[in-house]
């Protein structure tokens, strides 16, 4: 009788639990991009929070200037993507860790840059575009509730939020919590391909050249030192990514080459 219980509830977990991304993929989904969106807003501040105090924040006005006059450009294609998330809080900010080569995004457009990854990589506007254009492309496809629906859904997750709380000493619970842990997990694969895919689109449309995504991702294998980059962690690497965005770049060329003002999102 248990066994047959357990075994409905997870067949209800199935079917209210699958959602559609914007390629077509089939994604978990326990979490209500709502809920995620609002645990990820409490999440980010008190993420930026220990950065803050130590002023390391934004507090390179030039570096600044560079992400913030970049983003505004894509975030501004993101919305003609997908118009709802004009009304998303949409946030970046740039933290100063020289060592850290790394970039994240949450639910409703809550994204963190750290100075490691422009230095280290010496990246271009076209390429830190790209960047960018990926990590925006994770929040309009939801791939943060997913990933925090994967976390939520397992034993392991549940005994994870448990175990970090005591350990990052974050004050949150709940689904805020796993909003942050969200972060902290790899993606899938697909859904790496799904952000590549559509954060080229979205540079492209924004007057970023597709082509840079190529020595981005040739840029991002070569540095290390100590270890693979900290973005590789949580952004796995697809199979054939560099040929599969050398695949796009025809498709993209027109939206690069197109004449004309681009549209600005006021950050
Ligand atoms: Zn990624």
């Given amino acids: 009788m248990k066994k047959q219980y357990l075994t409905f509830i997870f067949c209800l977990v199935l079917i209210i639990g699958c959602a559609t991304s914007p390629t077509g993929r089939r994604q978990l989904m326990i979490v209500s991009e709502e809920t995620a969106i609002s645990a990820s807003k409490q999440a980010y501040v008190e993420m930026l929070k220990p950065y803050e105090?130590?002023?390391?924040?934004?507090?390179d006005p030039a570096l600044k200037?560079?992400?913030?006059?970049?983003?505004?450009?894509?975030?501004?294609?993101?919305?003609?993507?997908?118009?709802?998330?004009?009304?998303?809080?949409?946030?970046?900010?740039i933290i100063d860790d020289p060592k850290t080569v790394n970039a994240w995004a949450m639910a409703g457009g809550k994204m963190a840059l750290y100075s490691g990854?422009?230095?280290?990589?010496?990246?271009?506007d076209d390429e830190l575009a790209q960047v960018l254009g990926h990590e925006i492309a994770h929040a309009l496809a939801n791939h943060?509730?997913?990933?925090?629906s994967v976390a939520m859904?397992?034993?392991?997750?549940?005994?994870?939020?448990?175990?970090?709380?005591?350990?990052?000493g974050l004050a949150l619970?709940?689904?805020?919590?796993?909003?942050?842990?969200?972060?902290?997990?790899?993606?899938?694969?697909?859904?790496?391909s799904e952000a590549d895919r559509i954060g080229i689109e979205l540079a492209a449309k924004a007057g970023y050249d597709p082509r840079a995504a190529?020595?981005?991702?040739?840029?991002?294998?070569?540095?290390?030192?100590?270890?693979?980059?900290?973005?590789?962690?949580?952004h796995p690497s697809p199979e054939?990514?560099?040929?599969?965005?050398a695949g796009y770049v025809p498709e993209m060329m027109p939206y690069y080459e197109q004449k004309g003002d681009r549209p600005i999102y006021r950050l």
Avoid: C
């Fill in 53 to 59: 105090q130590e002023g390391k924040v934004d507090n």
């Fill in 65 to 93: 200037d560079r992400v913030y006059r970049i983003t505004e450009r894509l975030i501004a294609q993101a919305i003609r993507m997908r118009p709802e998330t004009e009304k998303w809080d949409w946030s970046i900010k």
């Fill in 117 to 124: 990854l422009v230095i280290q990589l010496k990246t271009t």
């Fill in 144 to 148: 943060s509730a997913e990933k925090m």
């Fill in 153 to 168: 859904a397992t034993t392991v997750g549940v005994v994870a939020v448990g175990v970090a709380t005591d350990r990052r």
């Fill in 173 to 192: 619970t709940g689904a805020a919590l796993a909003a942050a842990l969200a972060v902290q997990r790899p993606n899938s694969r697909a859904a790496e």
């Fill in 214 to 234: 190529i020595t981005l991702w040739q840029k991002m294998a070569q540095v290390g030192g100590k270890g693979p980059p900290e973005f590789f962690s949580t």
């Fill in 240 to 245: 054939n990514r560099e040929k599969k965005l």
